[in-house]
């Protein structure tokens, strides 16, 4: 008994159910950190390949079986008509649309694209881009024809 009392016990429960918009911050802000290792690793040049499972059936035996391979990252920054670098956030397929018809952030320099994600990240996990996740779920959704 003397190890346990020396733990700060709780009573926290592990919540069966997480909502929806929580999924969403939670999926956006892994896209989000996804981005900042690839513009870390392009500033180092390095390369940034995350690797995924990935179930395929072996066509001799029929059998299925898990394959890592690499996942491909595309980079949602690009250089602007006024020749600096701007970000744009995508949620699935789908741009964000950060304020009343603004879509992209202006960041610069490419040495300032790391900070300017990592403040995206923040904004998404203290929920200042629910509205848009949610505009754009719904045309995800009414694309497949669950609208």
Known sequence: ???????????AV??????????????????LWE??????????????????LRSVRDTE???????????RVKPWWFVGENGKVAVSVRYGTKLLELAKGKWAVEVGAEKELVP??????????????????ETASNKLRSAFGKG
Request: aromatic share 2%; glycine share 6%.
């Open 14 to 31: 592990k919540p069966t159910h997480v909502p929806a918009v929580q999924l969403r911050r939670n999926k956006l802000a892994k896209r």
């Open 61 to 71: 035996t029929g059998i299925r079986r898990q394959v890592e391979t690499n996942k």
């Open 1 to 11: 008994m003397a190890t346990l009392a020396s733990l700060k016990l709780s009573g």
């Open 116 to 133: 300017v994600l990592e403040v995206l990240k923040t904004a998404v996990l203290d929920g200042e881009l629910d509205a848009a996740m």
């Open 35 to 52: 981005q900042i290792e690839l513009a870390r690793a392009q500033q180092a040049g390095t390369t940034f390949a995350p690797t995924r």
